[in-house]
């Protein structure tokens, strides 16, 4: 593996993963029952829909490559 592409993967890894917790912190703020209102139902769809997509980004690392959900939308 050549120095500039580990070089250009850590510096993008860094910026992309830690976007990635920042907004799934963001998405945990919706827990918050004094500000929202939200059914059991809504919070399985969105874990079940993030899972998914965390999975599927799981497979490209591996031989089995996966496709991700690309968006959302509650009713």
């Not at 918050?32 to 209102?37: D, T």
């Amino acid at each position: 593996m050549s120095r500039d592409k580990r070089e250009k993967f850590v510096k993008l890894a860094n910026q992309r993963v830690n976007r990635a917790i920042e907004q799934l912190r963001l998405v945990g703020n919706l827990s918050n029952k004094a500000a929202y209102e939200f059914s059991d139902d809504d919070v399985r769809k969105i874990m079940k829909v993030l899972q998914k997509s965390l999975d599927a980004t799981k497979s490209r690392f591996s031989e089995n490559a996966g496709k991700a959900e690309h968006t959302f939308m509650l009713d």
